[in-house]
């Protein structure tokens, strides 16, 4: 079998001024599943994708990446984190040279790292922005244009942290075709996002971060997301759909509305 992608065994984490960031956080991630964190603002979600992708050190516990067969290096290389904050990508003169960046720290062959800028670009809707100074970019673009710069090293573990974020709804479903597609191609996928509405589209399993840095939730999306009583004490509320669904005295809700619309159309409700 193999070994899986990360395993996080009691992490804890606290800041120096004393907030507790992770408060004993067990998570394993096999390889090829798409998982999302949720929670509250400031439940911790972010402090624990920082630590889950090695970029800050636990103060307790440690997380073990593809059963500790690869050195720190390898590792590195098959981590694709992007933090919540786009600005920490965007370090070029130039969109373009922040994509091409990962690429050239890799040693990828300069056509092949043309290739996936343009190939980046267009599924991303950035062609008219390469040129441009990454300072003068709105807040969605920034976000389309650092996740451009994680992907174009093509990372096998996807670590993001709410990669559509400021990006408008016609682009967020360009976001996540692409990363549907890294996914279908063999990616493992972390999705952080306080977005319910969200996780069905990222997901298919679904860990909740409480409000005070432990997870109160794992399990499948369907399962999670129709229970209210832990979406409410973990400070969330269920999707949309689950809410107007659970109102109208049906069990089992659907958590989208593909399958809210599935479900009307085999219940045989009236149509237009
Ligand atoms: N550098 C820091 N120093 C002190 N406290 C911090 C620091 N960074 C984060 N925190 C606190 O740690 C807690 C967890 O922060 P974190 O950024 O992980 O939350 P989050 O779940 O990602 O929230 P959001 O949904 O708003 O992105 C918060 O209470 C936050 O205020
Ligand atoms: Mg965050």
New binding site residues.
């Given amino acids: 079998m193999t070994a899986p992608v990360l395993c996080a065994r009691d992490l804890r984490y606290e800041?120096?001024?004393g907030?507790v960031?992770l408060a004993g956080v067990d998570l394993t991630v096999e390889a090829g599943e798409r998982v999302a964190i949720t929670?509250p603002?400031?439940?911790?979600?972010?402090?624990l994708l920082s630590v889950l992708g090695g970029l800050v050190d636990p103060a307790d516990g440690r997380v073990e990446y593809f059963g500790e067969t690869e050195n720190a290096e390898a590792v590195r290389e098959r981590l694709g984190v992007l933090l919540?904050d786009p600005d920490d990508y965007l370090f070029n003169t130039t969109v373009r040279a922040d994509i091409e960046y990962g690429p050239a720290q890799l040693g990828v062959p300069r056509e092949e790292a043309d290739r996936r800028v343009h190939a980046l670009a267009d599924a991303l809707d950035l062609d008219g922005l390469l040129d441009k100074p990454p300072h003068r970019l709105s807040g969605g673009e920034k976000k389309r244009a650092a996740l451009a710069s994680v992907l174009s090293f093509e990372p096998s573990v996807l670590l993001l942290d709410e990669p559509t974020s400021a990006v408008d709804a016609p682009r967020t479903a360009d976001v996540l075709a692409l990363l549907d597609r890294r996914h279908r191609a063999g990616a493992t996928l972390v999705t952080v996002t306080?977005d319910v509405e969200l996780i069905p589209r990222v997901a298919d399993r679904v860990v909740v971060?409480g409000p005070s840095g432990n997870l109160v939730a794992d399990g499948p999306v369907a399962e999670v997301l129709t229970d209210p009583e832990t979406l409410t004490t973990a400070g969330l509320q269920p999707p949309a759909v689950v809410r107007l669904f659970d109102r109208l005295g049906w069990d089992d809700p659907p958590v989208d509305v593909d399958d809210a619309v599935e479900r009307l159309e085999t219940t045989g409700l009236p149509r237009r």
């Fill in positions: 800041y120096p001024d907030t960031g929670g603002n400031g439940s911790g979600k972010s402090t919540q306080p971060v």
